[in-house]
């Protein structure tokens, strides 16, 4: 069992950067890839960014490379994603999911434990 808990959201210009992090509990988080998410309003949830177990490994959506981070440090248990050249359309809640299948993916019904999010809003 995994529990997450994100944190770093908040308002910001557009241009601007967040960092947000996600706290894991569970003695094996270096074993789970780990995902970030996000829902505007009226949209489905949609992927983000992931990276694999060791760190070494990560993919992004076409809409935020280049601007956006993941990182982890598996000794603090924690999921980063550095958010700069924010715009107005990154606009939504972003969620931390970890995921229990080691082949690389980007569905989100491929993750198995998620948080409560934390919302991200960019104003023009």
């Known amino acids: 069992q995994v529990q997450l808990v994100e944190s770093g959201g908040g308002l910001v210009q557009a241009g601007g950067s967040l960092r947000l992090t996600c706290a894991a509990s569970g003695r094996t988080f270096s074993a789970y890839p780990m995902g970030w998410f996000r829902q505007a309003p009226g949209k489905e949830r949609e992927f983000v960014a992931r990276?694999?177990?060791?760190?070494?490994?990560?993919d992004y959506a076409d809409s935020v490379e280049g601007r956006f981070t993941i990182s982890r440090d598996n000794a603090k248990n924690l999921v980063y994603l550095q958010m700069n050249s924010l715009e107005p359309e990154d606009t939504a809640v972003y969620y931390c999911a970890a995921s229990t299948k080691y082949y690389r993916t980007s569905a989100a019904r491929d993750y198995d434990y998620w948080g409560q999010g934390t919302q991200v809003t960019v104003s023009s």
């Open positions: 990276v694999s177990g060791s760190g070494g490994d990560t």
